[in-house]
C-alpha cells in the first residue's frame, strides 16, 4: 500500500484540540474531510503529517503557530469610531465581525472592548500564536496524480 504524498486526495476524519485539550473541530460522526495534499486547503502543519500515512493510520500530532493558524500579530487588533457602524448594529463582547481591509478583502473579527466612543475588534484567527494538537486517522487516498497529469477546470 503506497503511503500519502503531494498532489494525492486523501479523506481523513480528524480532531483539533487546544492545549488545553478543548475540542475546537472535529470530523468525527460527521462527513469525512477531503483534500488534496499539497494544495493549500489544510494548514501545513496538517497537512505534512498526513503525508506518509496509509489508509487505516491513526496519527496524533502537535502543530506550532507558524505551520499552523500563524503567530498573533498586535497590528490586528482595530479601534474603530462607533459611528461608523451600520446603524442596526448594537456591538457587544465576543461578537463576529468583519472589515473589510484596503483591498476589499473581508477579514473576520470579534469584538473584544466597547468604549463609549469606539469599538476595539481583533481579526486574528482565533487560534493565532497557539499550539493545537490534532488526531487524525488517514481513511482513504481518493486518487493519486501522476506527476505529468494537471487538473481541468476549477474547483466545485
Given amino acids: 500500500m503506497q503511503p500519502a504524498k503531494r498532489g494525492d486526495k486523501v ?7 487546544s492545549e488545553d485539550g478543548q475540542v475546537f473541530e472535529s470530523s468525527v460522526g460527521l462527513v469525512p474531510f477531503m483534500f488534496t495534499i ?10 505534512n503529517a498526513v503525508i506518509g ?4 493510520e491513526r496519527k496524533t ?3 506550532e503557530p507558524e505551520d499552523g493558524y500563524g503567530m498573533y500579530d498586535e497590528g490586528l487588533v482595530i479601534e474603530i469610531p462607533r459611528e461608523s457602524l451600520p446603524g442596526d448594529i ?8 468583519e472589515v473589510e481591509d484596503d483591498d476589499g478583502n473581508v477579514i473576520p473579527a470579534v469584538v ?3 468604549m463609549e466612543q469606539t469599538v476595539i475588534i481583533d481579526a ?10 490534532y488526531e487524525v486517522e488517514l481513511l482513504e487516498i481518493v486518487r493519486r496524480k501522476s506527476p505529468t497529469s494537471r487538473d481541468s477546470g476549477s474547483p466545485p
Avoid: Q, S, W
Fill in 90 to 97: 448594537d456591538p457587544h463582547v465576543g461578537m463576529d465581525f
Fill in 112 to 114: 473584544i472592548e466597547i
Fill in 124 to 133: 486574528n484567527a482565533p487560534l493565532a500564536g497557539k499550539r493545537v494538537i
Fill in 61 to 63: 500530532f502537535v502543530v
Fill in 38 to 47: 499539497g494544495a493549500d486547503e489544510v494548514i501545513t502543519g496538517f497537512e
Fill in 11 to 17: 479523506r481523513v476524519n480528524y480532531t483539533g484540540r
Fill in 53 to 56: 500515512m496509509v489508509p487505516g
